[in-house]
């Protein structure tokens, strides 16, 4: 990859000849988020963005597109978005973080895509459903490019936030050619998604799978519009490597729970589907480890975490909220606070008159469980939260001063971006 790669943004060539040179697998996908409450207190080893080396790149879109990952022992991530001809990367001395879960156990057989006309069975459904997303012109006019994917037949799409965020003028461009404005429905930085919607009737759509039965060694196939290459989309192939990933941006927030897929992701891919050997969509691309320090490492954020997110964006609303800040426990014990347990959220900060603060949580609490979901730390807190919907009801289980009691709660709309 250089930076003077030819960036045309176009969708100019046909399903059947992207069926037909399905052979000649490219490469593909991207990601960014940023802190807020119900997210994790920002990283005290956080990266700062590299100073942009190209003019293209406008200040106004500087914040939401150079938000890059910083990964656990590889130095850094790029951010799956084409911007002006750069990478989104950094070149940080690596740094040590631990997964708050192991892998699940392999239960059966591997999910496989048996040979290689599986593949062109697949992209004939998923290909017409995936569409380029091209900001402000595209990055030959200082804008940037991205992917998305169709949900509805009438033209709602699911991307990433970081795709859109800054964004005044949006198309989907569709494998035909097909560019149609959109507008963005609603998106949330904190779990970098985004609804965008189209005009449009009887849209071909995707699937969507459910990612909780995914394992490691299933094969999955990831479509994009890498690079923003000219000729239509870009297709790898490859299988899940690893689950329940946690990587925290130069922002002090972290995506949790993410898939990790040794599927080629490349910047422009950022909010393309990851589908499964059936063609249904079980991750969201949207970042990849820095290529000078890693080989293959993508990650995914999982379709049945983003449920319930996408749900509320399309509809104009944001994901639920709880209403408080949160560190790891390992930090707090670090800073000297008295925390009788070993995993869990550590509660910094209780907003005044969220469901956190009517239902009694206090700043010391750990958070170790809503319902019966375990959160391990900051991170999960947030994106166990946001798997509900505003209005649920929830029991929050916390260890305040050595004893575990539950406090419930009455999920409300988090604020706006």
Not at 94 to 115: C, K, L, N
Not at 152 to 167: C, K, L, R, T, W
Not at 214 to 235: H, K, W
Not at 372 to 399: C, E, F, H
């Amino acid at each position: 990859m250089t930076d003077d790669a030819t960036t045309d943004t176009t969708f100019a060539e046909s399903v059947e000849d992207v069926v037909d040179d399905v052979d000649e697998i490219a490469e593909i996908d991207g990601v960014d988020g940023v802190d807020e409450v119900d997210a994790p207190a920002p990283a005290p080893s956080s990266a700062a963005p590299p100073t942009p080396s190209s003019p293209g790149l406008r200040a106004g879109r500087r914040t939401g597109l150079r938000t890059a990952l910083l990964a656990g022992l590889i130095g850094g991530l790029v951010g799956a978005v084409v911007a002006s001809g750069l990478f989104l990367a950094f070149d940080d001395d690596p740094v040590t973080t631990t997964a708050g879960r192991s892998s699940t156990p392999i239960v059966r057989p591997s999910d496989r895509v048996a040979r290689t006309g599986d593949i062109a069975s697949i992209l004939r459904t998923a290909v017409p459903a995936v569409v380029a997303i091209v900001d402000d012109g595209g990055p030959d006019s200082g804008g940037a490019a991205g992917t998305g994917f169709v949900i509805s037949p009438d033209g709602v799409i699911v991307s990433n936030n970081h795709v859109v965020e800054g964004a005044t003028n949006i198309q989907a461009v569709f494998a035909d050619g097909t560019s149609l404005p959109a507008k963005v429905l609603g998106r949330n930085a904190a779990s970098d998604l985004a609804v965008l919607k189209v005009e449009g009737t009887n849209l071909p759509t995707l699937a969507l799978g459910n990612s909780n039965d995914v394992q490691v060694g299933d094969d999955v196939v990831a479509i994009g519009n890498a690079l923003a290459l000219s000729g239509g989309l870009s297709v790898t192939r490859g299988i899940i490597s690893g689950l329940h990933r946690e990587v925290p941006t130069n922002t002090g927030a972290v995506l949790e729970d993410l898939l990790q897929t040794d599927a080629a992701i490349n910047p422009g891919n950022s909010g393309g589907p990851l589908v499964d050997a059936q063609g249904r969509v079980i991750a969201i691309n949207t970042a990849i480890a820095n290529p000078s320090t890693a080989q293959n490492v993508g990650f995914a954020i999982p379709i049945s975490n983003a449920g319930a997110i996408i749900d509320q964006l399309r509809n104009g609303r944001q994901p639920a909220f709880l209403g408080v800040r949160s560190e790891n426990v390992g930090a707090a014990k670090a800073a000297g606070r008295s925390v009788a347990v070993d995993r869990g959220a550590y509660v910094t900060t209780v907003v005044s008159g969220s469901p956190a603060d009517v239902g009694g949580l206090r700043t010391g609490d750990v958070v170790v469980r809503i319902d019966d979901k375990p959160v391990d730390s900051a991170a999960q807190l947030g994106s166990v939260v946001r798997q509900y919907r505003p209005g649920d009801k929830v029991t929050v289980v916390v260890n305040r001063d050595g004893t575990e009691l539950s406090v419930e709660a009455t999920l409300s709309e988090g604020p706006t971006n």
